[in-house]
């Protein structure tokens, strides 16, 4: 039975999800801009999942260590730190600036997608109005 299943298994197609195909991508890291890209992107990601508020909240995530200066062998964060300054007190201030202007750009995106979908439930009389007011307020044309 299973000689004459094997022909037929090898000629099914493959149904698409993660235990087929690649789950993850990756990329070298070959410069420091994108190393601290790297650190926002993975510290912020629970809270653009909205698992979390702030990304201190989320008990798995590096950032408390970076934040609190309590260095394991897996953060490394002196060597983000210095890319913002040699000083601690300084270097701290500009990395949880450098941090927070993530969450900012979620909170951003998510009001433009709430946006998005009022406008689609709008009459089309009163998405030309909408249109023609941030045309005169912000030279921004709205599709």
Request: proline letters at 6%.
């Amino acid at each position: 039975m299973y000689r004459e299943a094997q022909p037929q298994l090898h000629t099914e197609t493959v149904p698409p999800g993660h235990l087929f195909h690649d789950r993850f991508k990756s990329e070298n890291i070959e410069n420091d801009a994108y190393l601290l890209e790297a650190v926002r992107y993975i510290h912020n990601n629970p809270v653009k999942a909205n698992m979390v508020g702030d990304p201190s909240q989320y008990p798995w995530s590096s950032f408390n260590s970076y934040t609190k200066g309590k260095n394991t062998s897996n953060t490394g964060f002196e060597a983000i730190f210095d890319m913002f300054s040699t000083l601690r007190p300084k270097a701290l201030k500009l990395f949880m600036d450098y941090s927070s202007r993530f969450g900012e750009l979620v909170l951003l995106n998510r009001l433009i997608q709430t946006l998005q979908n009022s406008v689609k439930k709008m009459s089309t009389r009163q998405r030309q109005i909408l249109k023609e007011y941030f045309w005169q307020k912000t030279c921004v044309p709205i599709p």
